[in-house]
């Protein structure tokens, strides 16, 4: 009878220890389950930010294209308004250079002009 009773012990200390690994095995196969589902989010966030990235390399090349298109556009513009600037003091010389030709006839007039008055005054 005590062996029976020992068995019948041990049984339900089997059947316990078995509910209680069962129990761990199904908490351990749900972890697992979750840890699955976040890998597989993981995964999904990793392409999505590798798009991303991917993305803004392209928006980034074109950008430092057009940066330098615009880059020597600018050196070209600023060549372009050298080569007017020269041209506008080149202008300004030869203006400069008329007028001090006109101030000079202008005088010559003048001297002209009084010798014809003292002339006039002569013949009278």
Known sequence: RALIEKTDVER???????ANLQEELEAAA??????????EALRVNLANAKEGNTQLQD????????????TSECAE???????KEK???EANAVLQRSRNEMVGKDAIIEQLSQQQ????????
């Open 87 to 89: 041209e506008l003091l």
């Open 12 to 18: 339900v200390r089997d059947d316990a220890e078995r």
């Open 117 to 124: 008055v003292n002339l006039d005054a002569v013949l009278k």
């Open 77 to 83: 513009f600023r060549q372009q308004m050298g080569y």
């Open 30 to 39: 749900s972890n697992i389950l979750e840890l699955q589902r976040g890998q």
């Open 59 to 70: 928006r980034v090349s074109v950008l430092t294209a057009q940066l330098h298109t615009r």
